[in-house]
């Protein structure tokens, strides 16, 4: 019975490999997907063929193929003997190898002598327990676990005998071999355990003990070890998009999202303005090939942060009034070479009203703006008739006092919104935006 398990476990419990790599801090979804078979396949027989399958995956589809094949021949003047031991993968699947070199001979009937010809094998590489498993290797389709030739003419005047082998496993105890397991077009490499004990004079005995392999693509894997190398990226959260000003471009938005849990591997934010009509169907594929987005530092605080009148959506159009949007923060790093950027869960939808005629902040000598919950006013004029109101976003006035000096800030205490904050002076109004966010 095959025992699939899915484990995760922190580096910090890997000790050679956390003095060398970098923290590892989120692995909620970096896995090794660990197969044990219970009990251990034996592949043991003598003059007989012997295969066994694997499915790496367990997708019912076989993703390599292990067998023994045994060939023997023989005539009045000559016999051949031959065990060849091998993996091979189906399909795109491939196993790590290198290139051996054999010089055998053959026998020339005409000059009665033997003459040596070279030959080039691929054989899998029998890899250490705890060496890492990547693209640093060579992947082949097939390749020989162990190979035994053995060519006797005794029936010449000169009799002779020729016979040679290749391997790297034979009697060397429990070795792995690297797999890149194709999985919808993407390479996840792995690990098979084996050991082989074999000769051409007695039975042979290949012993599979275990297999698993990286869910992550093109993400490093260990050998003998079921836990991720993959650094997943924690995500920002509770992205808000406000409509705070009356530019009618990117100026007009604020975001504000909490930053990641941990961002220490974090090396910055990237905004993403999606059209709405699109954002159902917005991936993390889309963010990595997109070219429009903000960057923002990390800062070890949550951010808030306006666009620019220049900002684009995704796709390379600026941002206006008449479209609603929904904003995405990506969770960013290209300095770690197993990390999985993160996407968050889109904002609010936000549709920028249409602009007005409002003077602006400089030319009236007026400024307003909110922090928290609280208005901050500051003027250039003050007379006994200026006072201050605030509406909400249907109208309702839900603040007024009078302005009695030059700077003030008042404690509204109302909800996180939006809302228009106007200053009366005389014949004057001059009004603004303003977001209440805590």
């Given at each position: 019975?095959?025992?699939?398990?899915?484990?995760?476990?922190?580096?910090?419990?890997?000790?050679?490999?956390?003095?060398?790599?970098?923290?590892?801090?989120?692995?909620?979804?970096?896995?090794?997907?660990?197969?044990?078979?219970?009990?251990?396949?034996?592949?043991?027989?003598?003059?007989?063929?012997?295969?066994?399958?694997?499915?790496?995956?367990?997708?019912?589809?076989?993703?390599?193929?292990?067998?023994?094949?045994?060939?023997?021949?023989?005539?009045?003047?000559?016999?051949?003997?031959?065990?060849?031991?091998?993996?091979?993968?189906?399909?795109?699947?491939?196993?790590?190898?290198?290139?051996?070199?054999?010089?055998?001979?053959?026998?020339?009937?005409?000059?009665?002598?033997?003459?040596?010809?070279?030959?080039?094998?691929?054989?899998?590489?029998?890899?250490?327990?705890?060496?890492?498993?990547?693209?640093?290797?060579?992947?082949?389709?097939?390749?020989?676990?162990?190979?035994?030739?053995?060519?006797?003419?005794?029936?010449?005047?000169?009799?002779?005998?020729?016979?040679?082998?290749?391997?790297?496993?034979?009697?060397?105890?429990?070795?792995?071999?690297?797999?890149?397991?194709?999985?919808?077009?993407?390479?996840?490499?792995?690990?098979?355990?084996?050991?082989?004990?074999?000769?051409?004079?007695?039975?042979?005995?290949?012993?599979?003990?275990?297999?698993?392999?990286?869910?992550?693509?093109?993400?490093?894997?260990?050998?003998?070890?079921?836990?991720?190398?993959?650094?997943?990226?924690?995500?920002?959260?509770?992205?808000?998009?406000?409509?705070?000003?009356?530019?009618?471009?990117?100026?007009?938005?604020q975001i504000v999202f909490d930053k990641a849990a941990n961002e220490i591997n974090i090396q910055e934010y990237r905004l993403f303005v999606v059209p709405a009509?699109?954002?159902?169907?917005?991936?993390?594929?889309?963010?990595?090939?997109?070219?429009?987005?903000?960057?923002?530092?990390?800062?070890?605080?949550?951010?808030?942060?306006?666009?620019?009148?220049?900002?684009?959506?995704?796709?390379?159009?600026?941002?206006?009034?008449?479209?609603?949007?929904?904003?995405?923060?990506?969770?960013?790093?290209?300095?770690?070479?197993?990390?999985?950027?993160?996407?968050?869960?889109?904002?609010?939808?936000?549709?920028?009203?249409?602009?007005?005629?409002?003077?602006?902040?400089?030319?009236?000598?007026?400024?307003?703006?909110?922090?928290?919950?609280?208005?901050?006013?500051?003027?250039?004029?003050?007379?006994?008739?200026?006072?201050?109101?605030?509406?909400?976003?249907?109208?309702?006035?839900?603040?007024?006092?009078?302005?009695?000096?030059?700077?003030?800030?008042?404690?509204?205490?109302?909800?996180?919104?939006?809302?228009?904050?106007?200053?009366?002076?005389?014949?004057?109004?001059?009004?603004?935006?303003?977001?209440?966010?805590?």
């Amino acid at each position: 019975m095959n025992n699939i398990k899915a484990r995760q476990k922190q580096f910090a419990q890997y000790s050679l490999l956390a003095a060398s790599l970098v923290t590892i801090v989120n692995e909620a979804e970096a896995q090794v997907i660990y197969t044990d078979l219970d009990p251990d396949t034996v592949l043991d027989a003598y003059w007989d063929d012997v295969e066994f399958m694997i499915d790496m995956n367990a997708d019912a589809i076989n993703d390599f193929h292990v067998a023994l094949i045994y060939s023997y021949s023989s005539s009045a003047y000559e016999w051949l003997n031959s065990i060849n031991i091998y993996i091979s993968g189906f399909g795109e699947n491939k196993i790590a190898y290198t290139v051996q070199t054999v010089i055998d001979s053959y026998y020339n009937w005409t000059s009665e002598t033997l003459v040596p010809e070279t030959f080039y094998y691929n054989l899998a590489i029998a890899i250490n327990s705890e060496d890492t498993i990547d693209s640093g290797f060579n992947f082949n389709k097939a390749a020989k676990l162990f190979q035994f030739n053995c060519d006797d003419n005794g029936a010449t005047l000169s009799g002779w005998t020729t016979c040679w082998s290749i391997d790297n496993w034979f009697n060397e105890g429990e070795k792995f071999a690297g797999i890149q397991l194709n999985i919808d077009g993407e390479i996840h490499y792995g690990w098979i355990r084996l050991s082989l004990e074999t000769s051409w004079w007695e039975p042979n005995k290949l012993i599979i003990f275990d297999y698993a392999y990286e869910a992550s693509a093109e993400v490093s894997i260990i050998a003998g070890k079921d836990f991720s190398l993959s650094v997943i990226l924690d995500a920002a959260l509770n992205v808000d998009a406000a409509d705070i000003d009356n530019f009618g471009d990117g100026r007009d938005v604020q975001i504000v999202f909490d930053k990641a849990a941990n961002e220490i591997n974090i090396q910055e934010y990237r905004l993403f303005v999606v059209p709405a009509e699109a954002a159902d169907s917005f991936s993390l594929d889309d963010a990595s090939a997109s070219l429009f987005f903000t960057s923002i530092p990390t800062t070890g605080s949550d951010i808030t942060t306006i666009f620019s009148e220049s900002t684009k959506d995704i796709d390379g159009a600026f941002i206006t009034y008449d479209v609603p949007y929904k904003v995405f923060v990506l969770s960013y790093s290209d300095t770690i070479p197993e990390v999985i950027n993160t996407l968050s869960a889109a904002s609010n939808e936000i549709l920028l009203n249409e602009p007005v005629n409002i003077p602006e902040p400089d030319d009236a000598g007026i400024k307003i703006f909110s922090q928290f919950n609280y208005l901050h006013v500051r003027l250039n004029v003050l007379n006994d008739k200026t006072n201050l109101s605030v509406t909400d976003n249907v109208g309702r006035k839900v603040f007024e006092t009078p302005i009695i000096q030059m700077q003030s800030a008042f404690a509204l205490n109302l909800p996180n919104g939006i809302y228009i904050a106007s200053i009366y002076s005389g014949n004057k109004i001059y009004s603004q935006k303003i977001v209440i966010h805590e």
